[in-house]
Every structure is written in C-alpha cells, then in structure tokens.
C-alpha cells in the first residue's frame, strides 16, 4: 500500500504546501493516441488521452479518478513532467512522470518543438493545454505548486455553490418565452455568396462538418443554427474576413465554445455578472460576461467575438447576432439575425460597431 501513503486531502491547505512528495510512475506502457485533423476523431483521442494515463496508476489505487492536470516543461523533463491526479473521494495523488519514448511522442503530438511551461487539464471529456504565461501575477507551477493544486482542481470540488448560482441565474432567461429569429436560409445563400463576391474574400474549401455539429450537439444539447451550418458548408471559414477579423471553420467553432465554456465553469459567479449592464437593465441581451449559450464564429484574432446568442433576454430573440470577449465593456447587441447581420455588410456598414456602450471606465465585477 505504498502508493496510498502519497495520497493527501484535498482542502484550503493544500494551497500552503511547499515540499510535496511526488510518486514515481513509469510511462514504459503509455498508449499515444494521434491526434487527427478531423475534430471528432481529435476529441475521440483527446478522451482516451486522459484513459491512458489513468491506466498507469498503481492496483492499489482504488479511488476514481476525476481529472488530471500534467505541468510539462520540455528543457527539464527530468524534473518537470509532473502530474497531479484528482479523485473522486476528493483526495489527490501528486506523481512523477518518469521520462520514456512513449511520453516524449505524446509531447510531440500535441506541442511539436514548442518549449515552455504547459499545464494541460484532462478528464474523461477533453485534454485542453494551457501555456504559463509570466505576464500574470501568478508565481511558476514549479515554485509555487501548491497554489496551482487548488487553482486547477475540478469545479465539483470547490464550486458547487458557485455552479448551483450560475445554473440559477442562467435558468432564469432560459425559461423567458423569447421569439426564435426568423432566418430566412434561400436568402442567406444569395448574401453570403455576394458577400464573399464584392468583398473578393477568399474562403476555405466548401466542407460538410457533420462531426463538428453532432460534437457541438452532443456537448449542449443545443441543435447547431441552421444559418451557419449552411454558410461554413459552403464555405469552412475566412481566413482573412472584413475588418482584419476571421469567419472560423467548423472545429474552430467548436473550439472557441469549449474555450469560453471551460471559463463560465471555472469562473466565480459574481465575476460573471455584468452588475452595469443588470442595473440598467439590457433588455436584448443577458446581462453576464460568459455563458455556454452563445456560439461564436469571428474573432479578432485577440479573444473577441462575435457569435449567435441563443441565450437572449426578454426583448431579444434567439439567434440574434452579438459581440463578446475581453476587451469588450458589455455584451452588444449586434444585428437581430444572420440575414440582417449580412445585409448591412452588403449595406456598406460595419455591423461589428453597433451599440458600443458608454459607461464609466471601472468595471463592475
């Protein structure tokens, strides 16, 4: 029983450790799943990912784990490839990756020659990586490894109030009885055709994304919108679109909705309240920075979006078109649906500007 002497309690202390045994495991066995351009083979591997390196846990571990957050630096793999597995009981396991041929090809497959300092949180659902930046006023995963434990660890493990408040709040607009925006899909077709036409953009091949969109289902619950299931099937996205912005492909969608869904989770409530915009009462749109209900398809290339708003408030409607993201003071109100979204492209206006709100400079959080 070796192994269950390196369990610890998972609580508020955790975050005061500052020597931590680590349990050494060998990697000799680890299975390398290749990660495939098509997204839903990619979300397969990244799935079995997290299986493969539960599997070389000891027998003597008997808890199940939830998730485990791997801290990776390529120039010090001797001392760097640490993990921390978190389990269901709420306990953790802090081990040590020992280097082999198989953990090296799983580096290779999901960095390539990148170097640096990586955290990547896996569970049963995905292997998302996250790169230490030094920017943040965060001390180094290695310097300060106790602080990193509790900050990564699953949301059910010390945001369950947090969560019960968000579902809540969210499910107060879900259940208003809002319009569904009228899209008309013929004439859809005839505007994104003149619109990749006069502005001579140049698209990406026409591709089906079927996976992409059962994917999305899948993880939402939500039906893709029918407006941009037609356009990325004519055309999987604009690399280079109007105002120095991206029209994303399919599994960028899809990537981007993980991405801001993986905040909304991890996130404390009262950060997620837009408190100037609930004082004043937005009537089109919720009045919360991030949600799981807003699918975002062009970006600035620097974490704003815009996106279809399938979580409106009581004078919005679903599939209304609005902008997000973090330099953004609210969350705007762009155009009531695809077609009118298009048309003031067509129109010779930016759409992308509409209702930029004045307010004051300090942000309500």
């Known amino acids: 029983m070796i192994s269950q002497s390196f369990l610890l309690p998972f609580n508020k202390a955790v975050q005061e450790i500052t020597d931590i045994e680590y349990l050494n495991v060998n990697t000799k066995n680890l299975i390398v799943f290749p990660l495939s351009a098509n997204a839903a083979q ?4 990244k799935k079995n990912i997290f299986n493969s390196f539960k599997a070389l846990l000891p027998s003597d571990i008997k808890s199940k784990p939830v998730q485990l957050t791997l ?16 389990f269901n009981d709420e306990t953790i396991l802090p081990v040590r990756f020992t280097p082999s041929e198989a953990l090296n090809t799983w580096h290779s497959e999901l960095l390539g020659d990148k170097t640096g300092t990586f955290y990547f949180i896996m569970n049963g659902h995905q292997c998302k990586k996250h790169v230490y930046n030094e920017i943040y006023p965060e001390k180094h995963p ?4 106790g602080a990193w434990i509790y900050k990564l660890a699953p949301l059910e493990y010390k945001n369950s109030g947090d969560a019960s408040l968000k579902a809540t709040f969210v499910a107060r607009y879900r259940e208003l009885n809002v ?19 006069t502005a001579n ?26 407006e941009l299931k037609m356009m990325l099937d004519n055309c999987n996205g604009v690399k280079a679109f109007l105002n120095n912005t991206e029209f994303l492909s399919g599994d960028k969608v899809l990537e981007e909705w993980k ?3 993986a905040i909304y989770q991890t996130s404390n409530y009262m950060n997620l309240i837009d408190e100037y915009q609930y004082k004043n009462r937005s009537e089109k749109t919720v009045p919360m920075y991030v949600n799981p209900f807003r699918i975002p398809f062009i970006t600035d290339g620097g974490g704003n979006f815009i996106g279809i708003d399938m979580l409106p408030n009581w004078a919005g409607k679903i599939g209304q078109i609005i902008a997000f993201g973090v330099d953004e003071m609210a969350i ?13 492209f067509l129109d010779g206006k ?3 500007n509409n209702d930029k709100l004045k307010r004051p400079v300090t942000m309500y959080v």
């Open 142 to 145: 290695f310097d300060d490894m």
């Open 201 to 226: 953009l140049k698209g990406n091949a026409a591709l089906e994304c079927k996976e992409v969109y059962n994917t999305f289902q899948e993880e939402t619950g939500l039906a893709f919108p029918e």
């Open 332 to 344: 705007r109100y762009v155009a009531s649906d695809m077609n009118d979204f298009l048309q003031q």
């Open 42 to 45: 990619q979300e397969i591997a």
């Open 179 to 197: 319009q569904q925006a009228s899209v008309n899909i013929e004439k859809l077709k005839k505007q994104w055709s003149e619109l990749l036409f």
């Open 259 to 261: 991405n801001w869904k």
């Open 71 to 86: 801290f990776w630096d390529k120039s010090q793999l001797q001392i760097c490839n640490r993990g921390i597995f978190y």
């Open 350 to 352: 930016n759409p992308m």
